[in-house]
Structure formats: structure tokens, C-alpha cells
């Protein structure tokens, strides 16, 4: 299952559909609080694809330490309209953090999605 989380809901309905078309299952949240409630109640959950920049008290980065504290293993691909170097603190992403760049095509997630998904 790919979880995405989005404070835009038509952008999460867009990925959503995205992800559904590519054939993954998907689950998805608008903020990062919701997606640990939800994601506490899942019993596998193979990538989370989360907005770096959230509403209210945790960012994405925040969201993907949790998450993977419910599930280990879980991969993590973040997505921004901003570059990479636009984020600071303890927002910022490692060079070696998968992040896509909105607005993307559905070939390009599909890539990404599959590059990550079959990693080790």
C-alpha cells in the first residue's frame, strides 16, 4: 500500500488516482496527524509519498521518522513544489532523501515509485 499525505486535498485526490491507475493500493491523509492515526490502525504499509511542507505541528520529515517507528522499513518519498535547498532546519532533506517535484507526470511517479519499491 502507498500512503499519501497532502494538506491540498485536490492535489492528494490527484496523486491518489495517480497511484490507484499505476495499481497500488493507496491510502491517504491531509495532515500529518491524521496519517499516524491512520497509519497506527494499517497492517502494512509499503511507501509513504508525503508533502514536505504540512500543516499544523509536524512537517513531512517529522511524519516520515514516526511513520517508520510504526512501520519499519517503510519507504519514504517526499514530494515539493520547492527545491531541495529551500528547506532548513529540521526540515531539511539529505541529499540522499527521494524527493519529487511538483507538479509531475504520472510516468515520472511511476518511475520513482517503482525505483523505491524495489530497493532493498
Same mark, same amino acid.
Given at each position: 500500500?502507498? !500512503? #499519501?499525505?497532502?494538506?491540498?486535498? +485536490?492535489?492528494?485526490?490527484? #496523486? *491518489?488516482?495517480?497511484?490507484?491507475?499505476?495499481?497500488?493500493?493507496?491510502? @491517504?491523509?491531509?495532515?500529518?496527524?491524521?496519517?499516524?492515526? $491512520?497509519?497506527?490502525?494499517?497492517?502494512?504499509?509499503?511507501?509513504?509519498?508525503?508533502?514536505?511542507?504540512?500543516?499544523?505541528?509536524? %512537517?513531512?520529515?517529522?511524519?516520515?521518522?514516526?511513520?517508520?517507528?510504526? %512501520?519499519?522499513?517503510? $519507504?519514504?518519498? !517526499?514530494? @515539493?513544489?520547492?527545491?531541495? +535547498? %529551500? !528547506? @532548513?532546519?529540521?526540515?531539511?532533506?539529505?541529499?540522499?532523501?527521494?524527493?519529487?517535484? $511538483?507538479?509531475?507526470?504520472? *510516468? *515520472?511517479?511511476?518511475?520513482? &515509485?517503482?525505483? &523505491?519499491?524495489?530497493?532493498?
Amino acid at each position: 500500500m502507498i !500512503f #499519501v499525505v497532502d494538506d491540498e486535498q +485536490n492535489v492528494r485526490t490527484l #496523486v *491518489e488516482r495517480m497511484v490507484q491507475y499505476l495499481g497500488y493500493p493507496v491510502a @491517504s491523509a491531509g495532515t500529518a496527524e491524521e496519517a499516524l492515526d $491512520k497509519l497506527r490502525g494499517l497492517p502494512s504499509v509499503s511507501l509513504l509519498l508525503t508533502d514536505v511542507l504540512l500543516p499544523g505541528g509536524l %512537517h513531512g520529515v517529522a511524519l516520515a521518522e514516526r511513520a517508520r517507528a510504526l %512501520h519499519p522499513g517503510l $519507504k519514504v518519498l !517526499f514530494m @515539493s513544489g520547492y527545491p531541495r +535547498n %529551500h !528547506f @532548513s532546519g529540521d526540515q531539511t532533506l539529505d541529499a540522499d532523501t527521494h524527493l519529487i517535484s $511538483k507538479p509531475f507526470r504520472r *510516468e *515520472e511517479l511511476a518511475q520513482r &515509485l517503482r525505483a &523505491l519499491l524495489s530497493a532493498s
